[in-house]
């Protein structure tokens, strides 16, 4: 458990016949005793003595201490910040995303803290690669603008602070558009010689089937392919 201490000290006071007075003592009933759960007062010497109270049952607050004998009193006040390990409002849930399309995800932090979003392990830097990523009042803000195959996968948040840290993970998965394949560049005529290798390339807008057929004489189908990546 988290301990704060607060030293206080009295000096010794004088009367108008320049008279020593007695000093204020801690009472037997408080000295080196608990006097409530979590809060201890120790007399340290004859001048100083030292509260001792536990973070984990007193919050934030101010510590009021005050001294008194026939002379008069005297007042000091202090306070007392309890800096909590953070905590989000809600932990991240799997995403399913679509190819081409922005991804957007929220988290919220109960006590301030810094963020850090990862995919597969890789930190997502604000700026860079489509990826922005914005901080405020506890909440942070990660906008992928084009979901890409690379962004499926484990996606981590890091929230820290001076108390510690906690993560919180969850999976995304890019799937293509619910729309019919686009040929945005077909293959081109070749001439060859005999023996000689020809190549034909074909590029499409989505992810899709083709079946490449050249026709032969006697219709031979040459190969089937599968592409599993956009290309556009």
Not at 21 to 45: F, H, S, Y
Not at 77 to 87: D, G, Q
Not at 150 to 163: I, M, P
Not at 213 to 221: D, H, M, R, S
Request: proline fraction near 4%; glycine fraction near 6%; aromatic fraction near 6%.
């Amino acid at each position: 458990d988290t301990k704060v201490e607060e030293t206080v000290k009295v000096e010794q006071q004088t009367v108008v016949e320049q008279q020593k007075t007695e000093v204020p003592k801690v009472t037997k009933e408080l000295k080196d005793q608990t006097i409530v759960k979590g809060v201890k007062i120790t007399e340290e010497t004859k001048y100083e003595w030292k509260l001792t109270i536990e973070s984990t049952t007193f919050e934030t607050g101010t510590i009021s201490v005050k001294g008194v004998n026939e002379s008069g009193t005297a007042e000091t006040k202090c306070e007392m910040k309890v800096i909590e390990k953070p905590e989000l409002s809600e932990t991240l849930k799997d995403i399913n995303a679509t190819l081409g399309e922005p991804i957007k995800v929220e988290v919220t932090a109960k006590v301030a803290a810094q963020f850090k979003w990862m995919i597969n392990g890789q930190t997502l830097e604000d700026g860079k690669d489509g990826v922005h990523v914005t901080t405020e009042n506890g909440k942070s803000t990660l906008t992928i603008d084009k979901a890409e195959p690379s962004h499926s996968g484990k996606l981590t948040v890091v929230t820290s602070n001076e108390a510690g840290t906690v993560e919180s993970t969850s999976q995304i998965t890019v799937t293509p558009k619910s729309a019919a394949p686009q040929i945005i560049e077909g293959p081109k005529d070749v001439n060859i010689k005999e023996k000689e290798t020809a190549e034909f390339k074909v590029k499409s807008l989505y992810i899709s089937r083709f079946l490449l057929a050249p026709l032969y004489p006697n219709g031979l189908q040459l190969a089937s392919v599968i592409f599993f990546e956009r290309f556009a």
